[in-house]
């Protein structure tokens, strides 16, 4: 079983949709995660921190269910711009970031 | 603010040929990493310097994989012998240290032919 597991999509959704994202990881003993965007071709940005409490950016939230060991990213009103690849990341112990193999989103208009 | 810098953007050998790529992290930044990214994967660690440290290298392929950040700032990644199967986009990234915002380079894109 991979680390942090991410279904790879794509999720093709029309512009003004709420989407959803899930991503499982396998070490229950983490205790950070993260958010990256990738575009095409180009590197990693971080979107967001997921916090124990949830996080909400705007029209982005991220949520951390330790139970079921995932974190979700939830994309409100989607924008064209909002096109790209989400890759969900682990922290485990205090250096060792693992990443998903990303969910690809295609916003329509 | 300065971003990560790597060099070169692409490059293509033939099998068994050497590469190398530099990469200068953001100023300051004492987290360095190397990371793989295969096409439709997510990026894949290969090593981690804490300063001029090796804070994590189980994913580097030491048979043919090397790195190096000597002064602690700027690193090479060389790859000698290459093979096919190492095509992908090599991404470095820095950290102000392993617990903080990592921020990317554009990654350099081998081909291996």
């Known amino acids: 079983r991979k680390e942090v597991e991410q279904d790879p999509g794509p999720f093709n959704v029309p512009e003004g949709a709420t989407v959803a994202f899930n991503c499982t990881y396998s070490n229950s003993a983490s205790q950070s995660f993260f958010w990256y965007r990738q575009d095409c071709r180009k590197e990693p940005k971080l979107l967001m921190s997921v916090y124990s409490s949830g996080n909400e950016d705007g029209r982005f939230t991220a949520q951390l269910n330790r139970a079921s060991q995932y974190i979700s990213l939830l994309i409100r009103d989607s924008k064209l711009s909002d096109s790209a690849t989400y890759l969900c990341v682990e922290l485990q112990g205090t250096y060792k970031y693992i990443f998903g193999t990303g969910t690809r989103l295609k916003v329509l208009a | 603010e300065a971003g990560v810098a790597q060099s070169p953007r692409y490059k293509i050998i033939e099998k068994r040929q050497s590469v190398a790529f530099w990469c200068n992290p953001i100023s300051g930044h004492a987290t360095l990493y190397w990371y793989q990214q295969i096409l439709g994967q997510g990026p894949k660690l290969l090593i981690q310097?804490?300063?001029?440290?090796?804070?994590?290298d189980s994913q580097l392929p030491k048979d043919r994989f090397s790195a190096e950040r000597l002064k602690g700032v700027d690193s090479t990644l060389k790859i000698q012998p290459a093979k096919l199967e190492d095509s992908a986009v090599y991404l470095c990234?820095?950290?102000?240290?392993?617990?903080?915002?990592?921020?990317f380079g554009p990654g350099t894109r081998l081909t291996v032919l």
């Open positions: 310097f804490q300063n001029n440290g090796v804070v994590d």
């Open positions: 990234a820095s950290s102000l240290d392993g617990n903080n915002e990592q921020f």
